[in-house]
């Protein structure tokens, strides 16, 4: 479906679910006492205890209170009300988590100081696994879209391989959307902002054959303008755009047995993608370079958010994705859970990829596609019983596709340094910086294509036992046995050579083409795992539990997506192996152990939640980079061990009548405790770095969150409210090795939201402010380039404002 096509069927989906709800609403306004539909928030100017929150972190619908896992939820409120809707807007919610997106292709998540990898992750998979409506999401770029319509977020933290398989070494995070409904209903809603900001999303659900089958469409569409100005054309960098559709069906034949069928459409595009450069390092050898060909290197900072580029940057993503689940209830025996998946996602991006004025690398690119096909088979025994158990089995069948180029300008001479005199010796008098060889590098062009297969089937199983009457002891228990196989197939080569340099030369040059180089690997691995978990919990009291577990954890091995052999011609290979690159990486081991406190208090008006843990992944698959400037060669290698010990603190109050917070702290020491050989910083003149002892990248000490928001009903059928949260991180590094220049320091978020309900509720009018004290930071710091000379970073965003208009039915 081409994006056109999506934005109109949007469209229309919006104007008819808005025309109806408003002539519904004009027709009758539904009485205070009836029924909300799921589409509805609760009434908050009502409430004033703790509701039941329903988790599935067992796979089986639980009180998220009973689980012996540190569970963190953003419920369907949250979700509403703050409008909440990607990665980024989740990880202020969620203790310990951290993600780096800096373009749509690009996601990676860490929980606890685990799993971020930033860059150049193609040939490994992430540490927390992601699962959308029960489904598993093979490449974490296939859910950096915006989400719509969600039910529920759920971040389980620490290994949970036992029932959620591998590549959830840090945790798993499960996101499911709003079922189908045989009651009539829907919303529709508009927000407009500064920066060029708006959105619309709508949703209508209802029977088709009353009590056998119904339907729920939904769909969105946002957009907003950079906030980074290109001091080239006046223009602004760092757009956003996201549309998507969802259809889905649910069929209840029977009484016990119902099929769910959901049918995902998601387009994203970042029309203007690039880092700021925040500093010349010394010796400023790009800098020197560029004022003597009579050009101006722009510096700037998270503030202003200035680049100067000459060249189109942009990103975009499409996914489509069908899934069916089928559950069917034997009564005594148990039931039968089955979801079937098949999903495909691809990106393409346009990179100028010297990020300034030059003509130096005028197109550069790295795509992927994915072809994912998947099936769980279940058995559960019936609930509430002494015990309880789940086994089932796992399939999945992945193909990567990796498409990367580089094609080279005429002024790359002054982009970077003659990269060897030998191959490039002065020519007539005149040197490599004097522009000897601006003509012949001109267009010359490499593109690789690397394809990873990945077949994977797994069995587990899980059985929790109650040995007492009054179920306050529980011990659990489960193993998981996964079997994978995996290959690589890479090629690089020359695409264009229109004046003829010859193959030496064009060696020197694939040293500079990022995933873009010379070689070729042909490798297959197998890997063979098992995962598994042991907790014990008790209730002394109904409303509290205490539980203590360990859980083992397995992130499958992975390749180096370049060739780590003589069929590349880049130096920089020797020397990566020597830090302990190989084609084929380890897969990690993780060891948690963890004891927490799950309580309510003064008759369900106080939650608090308490964990301490301490884990330990040995063989971590980290991210470095050897050589200098462009031609730095990225890799991954095993680290010896990383250790992450902290405490988490939850709470949930409902202070007075209509008068709620929520929040979190959370203390998270995450260090390498193993790492004697590691590249170093750029500045370092040391020929190795011994990171033992330091703090893990992407992984600030303390986290925390508060959110207070006050509803307040004014008449029977209006309802004012307000909203403030705050949202804090101490400083972080975004780089492997720690560089200096990559730290970002301490830093507090603020976000205020201010709203009336209409008519019961059916309407909504809120006006938001995003940081509001219009704090400057960095969302990621790419450390100093050794051979220009320049530090580069992507600015979080500044202020926005705006308002928002809901119509729910």
């Known amino acids: 479906m081409h994006a056109s096509a999506t934005a109109r069927l949007v469209a229309a989906l919006l104007v008819s679910v808005s025309s109806f709800a408003t002539a519904h609403a004009q027709e009758t306004a539904p009485p205070a006492t009836q029924a909300k539909t799921q589409e509805q928030a609760i009434d908050q100017a009502e409430q004033s205890q703790l509701q039941d929150i329903t988790v599935y972190a067992r796979k089986r619908p639980e009180n998220v209170q009973n689980v012996p896992i540190p569970v963190t939820v953003i419920t369907p409120q949250e979700l509403t009300r703050q409008n ?11 203790p310990a988590f951290s993600v780096y997106l800096t373009n749509p292709k690009q996601l990676n998540l860490g929980v606890r100081g685990i799993g971020n990898n930033g860059f150049n992750t193609d040939g490994i998979d992430g540490s927390v696994g992601i699962f959308v409506d029960g489904v598993y999401s093979g490449r974490p770029g296939m859910v950096s879209t915006d989400f719509n319509d969600l039910a529920q977020v759920e971040l389980l933290r620490g290994p949970q391989g036992t029932l959620f398989g591998k590549n959830t070494t840090a945790g798993a995070v499960i996101i499911n959307s709003l079922k189908p409904s045989f009651t009539f209903g829907g919303s529709a809603e508009a927000t407009g902002g500064n920066q060029g900001f708006h959105q619309f999303k709508g949703s209508i659900t209802g029977p088709i054959i009353d009590g056998k089958l119904a339907a729920r469409l939904s769909g969105y569409y946002s957009k907003t303008d950079g906030n980074y100005l290109n001091l080239f054309n006046g223009n602004y960098q760092n757009a956003r755009q996201g549309q998507g559709v969802r259809a889905q069906l ?3 034949p029977t009484e016990n047995l119902s099929i769910r069928l959901i049918g995902t459409y998601n387009h994203q595009f970042f029309p203007t993608t690039s880092p700021v450069i925040t500093a010349i390092y010394n010796p400023a050898a790009l800098q020197a370079r560029m004022t003597a060909a009579g050009y101006t290197l722009l510096t700037s900072n998270a ?5 100067n580029i000459n060249s189109r940057l942009d990103a975009k993503t499409d996914t489509r994705a ?22 495909k996602w ?23 596609a994915e072809h ?7 058995w559960a025994t019936p609930k509430d019983q002494p015990i309880e158990a789940t086994f089932g089995g796992f399939l999945s069948r992945q193909r990567l596709q990796v498409d990367s180029r580089i094609r080279f300008g ?11 005199a030998t191959a490039f010796p002065n020519v007539a008098g005149r040197s490599w910086a004097q522009g000897a060889y601006a003509t012949q590098i001109a267009g010359v062009g490499i593109a690789s294509q690397a394809v990873f297969h990945t077949n994977t089937e797994a069995v587990f199983g899980n059985v929790t036992w109650h040995p007492d009457a009054a179920r306050r002891f529980a011990v659990d228990g489960g193993l998981r046995y996964t079997w994978e196989d995996k290959s690589e197939l890479y090629n690089g080569a020359i695409t264009s050579n229109v004046s003829g340099l010859n193959q030496a030369q064009l060696n020197v040059l694939s040293a500079a083409g990022a995933n873009a180089q010379l070689g070729h690997v042909d490798q297959s691995i197998k890997d063979r795992s098992l995962s598994g978990e042991a907790s014990l919990s008790y209730k002394p009291i109904d409303p509290v539990m205490l539980y203590l577990k360990y859980a083992r954890g397995y992130k499958s091995k ?5 060739p780590e052999n003589s069929s590349n011609p880049d130096p920089n290979v020797a020397n990566a192996v020597s830090f302990g690159a190989t084609q084929a990486i380890k897969g990690e081991t993780a060891d948690n152990i963890e004891g927490g406190i799950k309580s309510e208090w003064f008759n369900h008006h106080l939650l608090l939640n308490l964990t301490a843990f301490h884990t330990k992944v040995k063989n971590y698959q980290a991210n470095e980079a050897v050589g200098v400037g462009n031609t730095a060669l990225k890799f991954l290698a095993n680290v010896g061990s990383l250790t992450s010990n902290g405490v988490e603190l939850e709470g949930e109050a409902w202070l007075a009548k209509g008068l709620h917070a929520k929040g979190f702290v959370s203390y998270d020491h995450a260090y390498y405790s193993s790492f004697s050989n590691s590249t170093c910083p750029a500045e370092s003149t040391a020929t190795s770095c011994d990171l033992t002892g330091r703090t893990v990248a992407w992984a600030p000490k303390w986290t925390a969150d508060l959110t207070v928001d006050y509803s307040h009903e004014i008449t029977e059928s209006v309802t004012g409210y307000g909203m403030i949260d705050a949202n804090y991180r101490t400083k972080q590094n975004y780089t492997i090795t720690l560089d200096p220049l990559a730290e970002q320091g301490a830093y507090a978020l603020f976000n205020a939201r201010a709203g009336v309900q209409l008519m019961h509720g059916t309407l909504d009018l809120q006006l938001w402010v995003k940081n509001l004290a219009n704090k400057a930071y960095f969302i990621n710091l790419l450390g100093l380039t050794k051979s220009t000379g320049i530090v580069q970073g992507y600015p979080g965003d500044p202020r926005t404002f705006g308002g928002t208009v809901r119509v729910t039915f």
């Open 346 to 368: 691809k990106c393409f991006t346009n990179n100028d990829n010297d990020y300034t004025q030059l003509n130096a690398i005028p197109d550069y690119g790295s795509c992927n």
């Open 322 to 343: 069908v899934s069916s689940q089928i559950d069917w209830d034997l009564g005594a025996k148990g039931a039968i859970t089955s979801i079937t998946a098949y999903e």
């Open 84 to 94: 909440l809707v990607n990665f980024t807007d989740f990880q202020s919610k969620l």
């Open 303 to 307: 503030s202003d958010r200035y680049v």
């Open 250 to 252: 649910l069929a209840t």
């Open 372 to 378: 994912q096909f998947s099936q769980e088979l279940r």
């Open 558 to 562: 992975g390749f180096n997506l370049l």
């Open 410 to 420: 005429d002024q790359y001479y002054i982009w970077a340094a003659n990269p060897s």
